[in-house]
């Protein structure tokens, strides 16, 4: 199986859609959130759970990945799936908003980056070729472009540079992409600056690649920023393909950009949530470790089909916590993992029943 994605409907009063999206290791239905396994695994969630998630799609980082345990590794083991035991699509990230955040350790120039490995101190060059040289090896479903993303705030003339390099750059990874079972996507730059986004993706679109995402988002600008970004680039990408906004995670934006027409999202809000005692319910968040929970017997959720929810309480949740407990961060990870696919899920089948506006009206609000 190649790379397909199907439009099965259309909002009557909004860009959202409905789709499919064929993989070599299997089909996303879309829109969709992704969990996040930075270093081949979700963290604290076996493939087991992740499965029972709802997840149909996970993410993994080649930065962090090339750093540990390195490539080479992986492709012995037979390439992510298996290393990591997940028989269904990956993503891999390209490296590029790891390597860029690490501004006091790292050089850019128009040939690549240099950086200072946190890990051991060795210099480390990674370019557009050698990202996909990477990402080739880790043998990922879809992978992505090597691209600079700018900081927030920054003048428009970085923005302007970045936005060029990360156009210069694709070229060289379209040239250095060697699997035909691996879909490269593009990303979309331009900082805060919506004119710069426009020209961004119309340049893309020479390439014809099989997916486009929106990136540079979430790295500190307003979340009313974030949706004029998407709003004023999404339309420009092609209708056939798949649209991906990156390290979004929240019910308000992926519900404003479902609006706009995207497909997937990642965010590692889930997970992270989790380690630090936090659920998700309903699109709210509560802290666990409050001392409201500890004789509170009912689920997080009564509505939640998860298996944190069907089994165990509010009350043995915070104990967890308080006991330092690992169990913890497992548990209340499945279930926040499982709460923002079944948002999207839901939102789905909203399009569908062509009551995308009216269900989640209240999301869809500025």
Same mark, same amino acid.
């Given at each position: 199986?190649?790379?397909?994605?199907?439009?099965?409907?259309?909002?009557?009063?909004?860009?959202?859609?409905?789709?499919?999206?064929?993989?070599?290791?299997?089909?996303?239905?879309?829109?969709?959130?992704?969990?996040?396994? @930075?270093?081949?695994?979700?963290?604290?969630?076996?493939?087991?759970?992740?499965?029972?998630?709802?997840?149909?799609?996970?993410?993994?980082?080649?930065?962090?990945?090339?750093?540990?345990?390195?490539?080479?590794?992986?492709?012995?083991?037979?390439?992510?799936?298996?290393?990591?035991?997940?028989?269904?699509?990956?993503?891999?990230?390209?490296?590029?908003?790891?390597?860029?955040?690490?501004?006091?350790?790292?050089?850019?120039?128009?040939?690549?980056? @240099?950086?200072?490995?946190?890990?051991?101190?060795?210099?480390?060059?990674?370019?557009?070729?050698?990202?996909?040289?990477?990402?080739?090896?880790?043998?990922?479903?879809?992978?992505?472009?090597?691209?600079?993303? /700018?900081?927030?705030?920054?003048?428009?003339?970085?923005?302007?540079?970045? @936005?060029?390099?990360?156009?210069?750059?694709?070229?060289?990874?379209?040239?250095?992409?060697?699997?035909?079972?691996?879909?490269?996507?593009?990303?979309?730059?331009?900082?805060?600056?919506?004119?710069?986004?426009?020209?961004?993706?119309?340049?893309?679109?020479?390439?014809?690649? /099989?997916?486009?995402?929106?990136?540079?988002?979430?790295?500190?600008?307003?979340?009313?920023?974030?949706?004029?970004?998407?709003?004023?680039?999404?339309?420009?990408?092609?209708?056939?393909?798949?649209?991906?906004?990156?390290?979004?995670?929240?019910?308000?934006?992926?519900?404003?950009?479902?609006?706009?027409?995207?497909?997937?999202?990642?965010?590692?809000?889930?997970?992270?949530?989790?380690?630090?005692?936090?659920?998700?319910?309903?699109?709210?968040?509560?802290?666990?470790?409050?001392?409201?929970?500890?004789?509170?017997?009912? /689920?997080?959720?009564?509505?939640?089909?998860?298996?944190?929810?069907?089994?165990?309480?509010?009350?043995?949740?915070?104990?967890?916590?308080?006991?330092?407990?690992?169990?913890?961060?497992?548990?209340?990870?499945?279930?926040?993992?499982?709460?923002?696919?079944?948002?999207?899920?839901?939102?789905?089948?909203?399009?569908?029943?062509?009551?995308?506006?009216?269900?989640?009206?209240?999301?869809?609000?500025?």
């Amino acid at each position: 199986m190649g790379f397909q994605f199907h439009c099965q409907k259309h909002c009557s009063q909004t860009q959202a859609r409905v789709g499919q999206f064929e993989t070599p290791h299997g089909v996303v239905e879309t829109p969709r959130f992704m969990p996040v396994g @930075t270093l081949a695994n979700v963290k604290t969630v076996t493939p087991q759970h992740l499965q029972a998630t709802g997840a149909q799609m996970v993410l993994a980082n080649t930065y962090h990945l090339h750093l540990q345990p390195g490539e080479d590794i992986v492709a012995r083991a037979g390439g992510l799936h298996r290393f990591m035991g997940w028989s269904g699509p990956i993503l891999t990230d390209s490296g590029g908003f790891q390597v860029f955040s690490l501004s006091e350790m790292r050089s850019i120039t128009d040939e690549g980056v @240099t950086f200072r490995s946190p890990r051991d101190g060795q210099m480390i060059n990674l370019t557009p070729e050698k990202s996909i040289q990477i990402q080739n090896a880790l043998g990922a479903d879809v992978i992505m472009a090597f691209d600079e993303c /700018p900081p927030y705030p920054v003048s428009r003339d970085e923005v302007e540079q970045a @936005t060029d390099r990360t156009y210069q750059w694709l070229s060289r990874c379209v040239a250095a992409h060697q699997r035909s079972d691996q879909a490269l996507f593009g990303i979309v730059q331009g900082g805060t600056y919506l004119d710069l986004r426009q020209q961004a993706a119309r340049s893309l679109l020479e390439f014809d690649l /099989p997916g486009y995402a929106v990136g540079g988002v979430s790295v500190g600008e307003p979340p009313e920023l974030i949706e004029q970004i998407v709003q004023a680039t999404t339309p420009l990408l092609p209708q056939d393909k798949p649209r991906y906004l990156m390290g979004v995670g929240t019910y308000r934006e992926m519900a404003q950009a479902i609006a706009a027409g995207i497909d997937l999202f990642d965010c590692v809000i889930p997970t992270r949530l989790a380690r630090h005692g936090s659920a998700l319910v309903k699109g709210d968040r509560w802290n666990l470790k409050n001392a409201r929970f500890r004789e509170d017997f009912s /689920p997080l959720d009564p509505d939640c089909p998860c298996y944190t929810c069907q089994n165990f309480s509010r009350a043995y949740l915070h104990h967890l916590i308080h006991a330092r407990e690992l169990l913890a961060f497992t548990l209340l990870s499945i279930h926040n993992i499982t709460e923002l696919i079944r948002f999207t899920q839901r939102i789905r089948a909203a399009i569908l029943a062509d009551r995308f506006t009216t269900e989640f009206k209240a999301w869809l609000k500025q």
